[in-house]
């Protein structure tokens, strides 16, 4: 009896998001929240967005979070670890698609600001992280104007 072939591994399905600067700020502060809280690192959700809460709400909040890394992690947050490799990848993925999003906003920063984004500019440059295709991000402003690849 012989086995059937496997199946070809099919090509990923590729979508376009067309978003504001202020929209995709949000995309790379909650990427970044998301992938922090995977490793139990709850103080990024109180400083990222509740910062502007009364300070006894704040405060409050800040506790409860606290008490949820030993949860998320499965021990005391370490910090780099995820409680399991299946998280460990999620992580990764958030992480990758928040270094590819932060990068055009850092770019425009400078050019707003008539600054060389000099050495700095490495430090938000992408890096590929194993298992997950390198998102490809476009910047156009002007409406029919061409898109470029960053």
């Known amino acids: 009896m012989t086995e059937a072939p496997a199946a ?5 399905t590729h979508y376009t998001l067309t978003v504001t600067a202020e929209q995709l700020a949000l995309m ?3 990427t970044e929240v998301c992938a922090r809280f995977l490793i139990g690192q709850t103080d990024s959700v109180t ?4 910062a502007g809460l009364p300070t006894d709400e704040f405060c409050e909040l800040r506790d409860r979070l606290a008490e949820l890394g030993p949860l998320v992690t499965g021990e005391r947050p370490n910090y780099f670890k995820a409680r399991s490799p299946e998280l460990a990848r999620v992580k990764d993925g958030l992480f990758l698609l928040h270094q590819v999003v932060r990068q055009p906003l850092y770019l425009d920063r400078c050019a707003a600001e008539g600054t060389d984004p000099g050495w700095a500019v490495s430090r938000y440059d992408p890096h590929p992280v194993p298992g997950w ?3 490809q991000i476009y910047a156009g402003k002007v409406e029919g104007e061409p898109w470029t690849k960053l």
């Open 8 to 12: 070809a591994a099919q090509p990923p």
């Open 28 to 30: 790379r502060d909650a």
């Open 47 to 50: 400083l990222t967005f509740l």
């Open 133 to 135: 295709e390198m998102p």
